[in-house]
């Protein structure tokens, strides 16, 4: 079993930039940004039942992560889903490298009745079957199984 942890909150032309061991690394709105050992290993602001168990309001909770687990994924294939890869764009005109997230979570895939399960408990709990289409190689070459 993987728990991964999901962008949700910038609009995909609003960029993050983070600076990882002297690395640019861009994180977009449905980047997968991190595997995680367990639920412990978020925040307040990036478990809405942390931030319930707190005593604050569902309603203030942003959304600006959700928590995935996939229950047939390891973690070693789940760090796939986080390894950036390099890209020279023409936004950078020095040749800078930046470094993107391949794989990007659609949760626009994910069944309405899935959408509003993420929307009320910032988490779900799926497989890799369900993710074909919801978990997307931005470089179009792999699939969820291929991992």
């Given at each position: 079993?993987?728990?991964?942890?999901?962008?949700?909150?910038?609009?995909?032309?609003?960029?993050?930039?983070?600076?990882?061991?002297?690395?640019?690394?861009?994180?977009?709105?449905?980047?997968?940004?991190?595997?995680?050992?367990?639920?412990?290993?978020?925040?307040?602001?990036?478990?809405?039942?942390?931030?319930?168990?707190?005593?604050?309001?569902?309603?203030?909770?942003s959304l600006a992560f959700v928590i995935v687990e996939i229950t047939d994924m390891t973690?070693?294939?789940?760090?796939?889903?986080?390894?950036?890869f390099p890209e020279i764009t023409d936004e950078n005109p020095d040749d800078e490298i930046?470094?993107?997230?391949?794989?990007?979570?659609?949760?626009?895939?994910?069944?309405?009745?899935?959408?509003?399960e993420l929307i009320t408990n910032g988490e779900i709990v799926t497989d890799r079957a369900?993710?074909?289409?919801?978990?997307?190689?931005?470089?179009?070459?792999?699939?969820?199984?291929?991992?």
């Open positions: 079993m993987a728990l991964i942890l999901v962008q949700m909150a910038f609009n995909k032309n609003q960029h993050a930039a983070t600076v990882a061991e002297e690395t640019a690394t861009r994180i977009n709105r449905g980047d997968v940004v991190r595997v995680l050992k367990s639920r412990d290993d978020v925040g307040i602001r990036q478990s809405k039942q942390k931030w319930l168990k707190a005593g604050r309001a569902a309603a203030d909770f973690d070693a294939q789940a760090e796939k889903l986080v390894a950036p930046v470094y993107n997230r391949r794989w990007g979570f659609e949760a626009s895939a994910i069944s309405p009745e899935r959408q509003a369900a993710l074909a289409s919801v978990l997307v190689d931005d470089l179009g070459l792999l699939t969820v199984a291929d991992l």
